[in-house]
């Protein structure tokens, strides 16, 4: 039986209210009334509220925004210096010549599209799929050892039937042997499942933690409880590591004597024992002690170009050592460039290409020819793969992006969903037509997508979430989002690069044609998005912007 939660400030005066919301500043609840007052209260109307039937699901590790050096002062800095989190007093006292401290607000800023964020769920993810590999290894070796002991007993039984009643006794004698190996082992065997199973669930709870956090906890608090969450998957990976380095992969073997009649034994029965062939190798940590401090590209300054006279370039990506990929529609080949921006190679490929996408953390490309089959690059080698036709009703496929578990193909009203060896594992329908470009933004679970004349937003099961227009422009073209989630539309009849929001609402044009912009066609950021390529498909280069 749940028990009534009232309203602390009516509380203090004597009052019995039931509590409503709860404000995360101050870190206590408010009635219907009360809430009223604080929303205007010029001291405490930017406070978060939330449900208070939310607080129960919200996680342990989500505290109050006051300072535990000095009580009742609000937490409002973060020192870069020493990656530490202050309020005033701190800030006075311990942090005065420091020369990077920034308010939390600012620290706070797109928190969830952080790195260290998108750190902690990545090394979850890992994590739990690893968990699931053991559990896979430990129940395996649990069914083998049973399963080998089981055939091992039926064939001394064999040889027992064979042999005179006194080696009976020593039958019975080797079964009781039997027996107790696979029941110690098994007992052994299933405390370590145990052990994982219990691993397992503190992982899907940090987990279920973090959904909650980014999708009903404000800022600030989202980012004490995930520094902290950081902590804590730490933990649990060392503990994992420990653990995994004591467990051993066990079976039985038996070996039949060849002079039965003259030994009490008619065969042995050992136990192999080795190092577990499962492992866990943690996720690296993108930022493993300090937060950074990012804000979205206010400028963009022309650095260089390349000269690609003769060439069409369609479509263009980054590797993850930032060589840079270029598809000339014009040709069969697919033009490799280093990050000096220094041409090393080109890959033959079997049609003339348009669009690519490299696969991250694969080492391997994939590329588009406007037919109905793709083919892949192995970027280390830099020679061209295999090629695959994808069963399609579009007689085109243009558009392709690819997260590190899956490629999608943009054809005419579809979404072709690959795994990262081709195979179409599904079909997603979407009101727009051929799809000419395409990214998808994993933390969202959106796709963007541009046919020419319109810019889609869609979700995963074809949905609508926004559109853009603007007025005059028919010819929308490449398509991209940087790492605060802001999307980036190439306006070829214009000459303009339009931003927008993540919500879908305009920024503003971030590149025009006095900035260089001739016919713009296809454009990416490198990985580190401090420098944004655009090819100008009328003169024949690839403009390198600074991104700042």
Not at 160 to 175: D, S, T, V, Y
């Amino acid at each position: 039986m749940s028990v009534e939660s009232f309203c602390e400030p009516c509380t203090s005066d004597n009052k019995q209210s039931s509590a409503k919301y709860w404000c995360v500043e101050c870190d206590e609840a408010l009635c219907y009334q009360c809430t009223k007052h604080h929303k205007l209260s010029k001291a405490t109307k930017t406070h978060h509220l939330m449900d208070f039937t939310q607080k129960s699901s919200c996680p342990s590790d989500i505290t109050s925004l006051k300072c535990v050096q000095h009580p009742g002062k609000q937490l409002e800095y973060f020192c870069t210096d020493h990656d530490a989190i202050c309020c005033r007093d701190c800030l006075a006292k311990t942090h005065k010549s420091c020369d990077k401290t920034v308010s939390l607000d600012t620290a706070a800023e797109h928190v969830k599209q952080s790195e260290v964020f998108t750190d902690c769920k990545e090394r979850l993810r890992a994590y739990l799929k690893s968990i699931d590999s053991i559990l896979k290894n430990r129940d395996k070796n649990l069914n083998d050892i049973q399963t080998t002991g089981k055939a091992i007993m039926a064939e001394i039984k064999s040889i027992q039937g064979k042999l005179i009643q006194r080696i009976n006794e020593i039958a019975k004698n080797m079964i009781r042997n039997i027996n107790t190996i696979i029941e110690d082992d098994s007992k052994h065997l299933q405390s370590e499942n145990d052990q994982v199973l219990n691993l397992r669930q503190s992982a899907e709870l940090y987990q279920k933690d973090i959904t909650f956090v980014k999708e009903n906890v404000p800022d600030k608090p989202s980012f004490i409880f995930i520094r902290k969450m950081s902590d804590n998957i730490s933990k649990i990976e060392e503990n994992l590591q420990s653990r995994l380095q004591k467990f051993e992969d066990v079976w039985i073997e038996f070996q039949e004597s060849a002079e039965v009649a003259k030994v009490e034994s008619f065969g042995n029965v050992t136990v192999k024992r080795q190092p577990s062939s499962v492992s866990f190798h943690p996720e690296k940590q993108r930022q493993a002690q300090t937060l950074s401090v990012q804000t979205t590209c206010q400028t963009f300054e022309l650095e260089t170009q390349i000269d690609v006279s003769g060439k069409s370039i369609t479509g263009m990506a980054i590797t993850d050592d930032n060589m840079l990929l270029l598809c000339d529609h014009g040709c069969y080949e697919v033009f490799v460039y280093n990050e000096m921006n220094q041409y090393i190679s080109s890959v033959k490929m079997s049609s003339q290409t348009w669009d690519i996408t490299v696969i991250p953390k694969n080492s391997t490309a994939v590329v588009t020819f406007d037919t109905k089959y793709i083919q892949f690059i192995y970027v280390k080698t830099l020679s061209p793969g295999k090629r695959i036709t994808i069963t399609t009703d579009s007689e085109r496929l243009y558009a392709i992006t690819s997260t590190s578990d899956n490629i999608m193909v943009g054809g005419t009203g579809n979404i072709y969903i690959l795994d990262i060896e081709g195979n179409t594992l599904s079909v997603i329908n979407v009101q727009i037509g051929s799809i000419l470009y395409m990214n998808y933004l994993e933390t969202r679970k959106q796709f963007y997508c541009t046919d020419g004349g319109n810019v889609c937003c869609m979700m995963q099961d074809g949905t609508e979430a926004f559109t853009f227009s603007i007025k005059n422009e028919t010819a929308y073209r490449s398509i991209t989002t940087d790492n605060h989630e802001n999307v980036y539309i190439i306006e070829r009849n214009t000459g303009n690069i339009q931003r927008l929001h993540p919500d879908g609402t305009v920024d503003r044009d971030i590149l025009t044609k006095n900035c260089g912009i001739k016919d713009p066609l296809a454009l990416c950021f490198n990985k580190t998005f401090d420098k944004l390529y655009i090819s100008n498909y009328g003169s024949k280069e690839i403009l390198i912007f600074n991104c700042k």
